[in-house]
């Protein structure tokens, strides 16, 4: 998804850019391998001379190349990874992507605001999955609800089924499910064969579990699910509809999901600054110049905050709805410029 739309970006809008030829050196981090990115990010930087490093789908990773993008001087785009504190890793990195707290806090606020008082947490035992708890706990009980029991899922080989059990012995109103983006599938079979859905519980978390990469396969079990935010391939705006014909064209009709709106919005970023440091800018005059850069992107609205370096986007409120036969997270309401920290 993220070179797909790193490779949509560059041929809409050329490959030289303030006079620079634009190339895209992609390497396979092969997953969750952290030494691996790092070698993979020292050889980019020594061997290939590269101007940015880009991309990073999972904390650990993003963590992996912050030493080797701090001692190069070279600027480092996370497109993907998001743990708040993934920036102060390295004043070269520039987020694209989102944060956890960020896209967190919404539906906390909106689960107490509509009649869910009880909720048990699920998250993925990593970074991201322990920043989406830890908001969702502070938010939710701070408007007054009741968090009734907490459990955290194993990254590497999950089994879901006993802790939707014990989920499901809970009684609570609402699920709240934070896993990696790719895991969602297997959670949404599970919440239906183990009979939460039967028995009321409602599903509710920031947007991976519903990934737009996914949707489609998972089928009615994700309808009804309730989630919050940055990015749905059905948001209603001209951009976003010529982005999402634009990619389903150049990829065998893949859904673009929000991986892929960060790694384009992360080339924009790229091409922003080139243009503003007329293609002879230092690392840090790139960085600069990524400070505070304000776009409309297929996902909405959004600025670079120059401080944290992280984005500041509106959050959608949407529910999985079948549309034509087919489900899509569908936005009902927003929260505007919401800042890194939630
Ligand atoms: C991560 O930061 O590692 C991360 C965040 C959200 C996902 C998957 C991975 O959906």
Redesign the pocket.
Known sequence: QVAAACRLYMQRNGDTVAGRKVELILKDDTGLAPETTKRIAQEMVVQDKVAFLAG???????FAAAPVATEAKVPMIVM????QV?PQRSPFIVRS??T?PQTTSPIADWAFKNNIKRVFPMV?D????LDAEKTFQSRFTAAGGTVVESVRTPLRNPDYAPFLQRAKDAKPDALFV??????GLAVMKQFDERGLRAAGIRMIG?G?VV?DDLLETMGAPAVGVITSFHYSAAHESPENRAYVDAMMKANNGMRPN??SVGGYDGMHVIYEALKKTGGTGTGEQLVNAMKGMKWTSPRGPVMIDPEARDMVQTIYLREVKMVNGKPWSIEFDKVENVGPGG
């Open positions: 990073f789908g999972l904390t650990p990773l993003a993907a990874a998001g743990t993934i992507a989102f956890l993925t990593f970074a991201p999955g934070f896993v990696p983006s790719g895991e920031p991976d990934d929000f991986h």
